[in-house]
Structure formats: C-alpha cells, structure tokens
C-alpha cells in the first residue's frame, strides 16, 4: 500500500507464522506498478556476507515501482526488507526501454530482470542488473511488439530467462 511518499508492506521471515510490518520512503517519489522480490546475490557480491552475518541468508530483496508512465526506480535491501538502501533510476524516458514495467525476478546468478512493456524501438523489453542493483541496463526483445499490457519474466532453475507478453499488434 502507498500513502503519500512512502509504502507499507510485512513481511515474514518464518513461512508466515508471524508477519512483521514495516514501511520505507519511494525513490523519486515513485509509487505505481510497485514490485518486491528477492533472490541470491550475484557471485563475490560484498552485500552477500553483510546479508549473512545480519542473519538473513545472503538474498537481496528489492522494492522497484515507477512514476506513472516516467521514471523507474528500484532500492536494494540487504536485511531480508527491513531498511532499504537509496534508490537507483533504472529507466527514464530516455532509456532504451522504460514506462510501465512488470514484477522483477532474480535468476540463480543473482541477475535481477525488470520487465518493460514499451522500448525506444517499438519493441518491448526490461532492464537488468548482474550487480546486486548498483547499476541498470534496458534491453529490447526483437519479435516484440510494444503494448499495453504489462510483460512477465520467469526464471528456469537453469537461469533460462523467459520473456512473456502480449504483442501490441494483437499477434
């Protein structure tokens, strides 16, 4: 849930036993298409050990949203969503792909993948990090068509990245 420039969200850390509230300030004010989700730090990531030695088993847990059809952020949390680290622009207008994304996915390399339904090009595509967040790259998917409808990404166990959406030609 938003509320002005901040978000309220629990979390579990215990299969749902109990649940722990928390909340955390949006980067650049975003607060629409709100995602979290969490996986394994990139090998020889430092976060990993800062994430361990807190009790958290070395996954990071990102919050991504987005400003209407403009920018988009994401925020890395090293304590299982408790704090968040400042936020980083991972797509603008200006970007390859931007505008209204998707739910993000960690693969098991610890690469995290934001879908985004709308690219420079025409196509649809998403954006990346292979650094636990500190940096963002978009990409187009060629054969796509760009849409109106969000796009979905899904993680084999063998890190395959699917890329799922509806093409805005209506094929």
Not at 130 to 152: C, I, N, Q, R, Y
Request: glycine content about 14%; hydrophobic content about 30%.
């Amino acid at each position: 849930a938003t509320t002005g420039t901040n978000s309220y969200y629990a979390y579990t850390d215990n299969d749902g036993a109990d649940w722990i509230q928390a909340s955390l300030s949006l980067p650049a004010f975003t607060a629409d298409h709100q995602t979290i989700f969490t996986g394994p730090y990139p090998a020889g990531s430092p976060f990993a050990a800062i994430s361990s030695a807190a009790g958290f088993n070395g996954r990071a847990t990102y919050y991504c949203a987005q400003v209407n059809v403009g920018v988009a952020s994401c925020q890395r949390s090293d304590t299982g969503g408790a704090t968040f680290n400042q936020g980083v622009v991972i797509s603008d207008l200006t970007d390859v792909c931007g505008g209204i994304h998707g739910h993000g996915k960690v693969t098991p390399d610890g690469t995290a993948y934001i879908p985004m339904r709308g690219c420079t090009d025409g196509r649809s595509g998403y954006s990346f990090s292979k650094d636990a967040g500190l940096t963002w790259t978009t990409a187009s998917v060629p054969g796509t068509v760009e849409s109106d409808e969000d796009p979905s990404i899904g993680v084999a166990s063998d890190g395959t990245m699917y890329f799922c959406y509806v093409n805005g030609d209506g094929k």
